[in-house]
């Protein structure tokens, strides 16, 4: 499957003057730095939102879950015991 194109935008931003001079020490391209802290940014984001989703759970959905889990994995047991993988 071919992968989609990556079209960039270019933006303004204003940095502290003593960080981008420390960027620019570690690389001659402030675009690709910019945009690999913003991904990091980004990422980390996504990571806190599920922290809190899952931090955050009511006791009825925890429940649920482990009934779930029992449940499924009792039925998938009982199917393996019944038709065996020959190998």
């Known amino acids: 499957m071919p992968s989609k194109p990556t079209y960039k935008q270019s ?3 204003t940095v502290d003057t003593q960080l981008l001079e420390e ?3 570690m690389t001659n391209n402030r675009s690709a730095a910019v945009e690999e802290g913003l991904k990091l940014w980004q990422k980390q984001q996504i990571e806190e ?3 809190n989703f899952y931090q955050n759970r ?15 994995q009792e039925k ?5 015991k019944e038709s065996p993988v020959e190998y």
Not at 76 to 80: E, I, P, Q, T
């Open 23 to 25: 960027i620019d020490r």
């Open 11 to 13: 933006i303004s931003i």
């Open 58 to 72: 009511s006791q009825d959905d925890l429940k649920f879950e482990q009934e779930w889990t029992q449940e499924t």
């Open 49 to 51: 939102q599920l922290r």
């Open 76 to 80: 998938a047991l009982s199917a393996w």
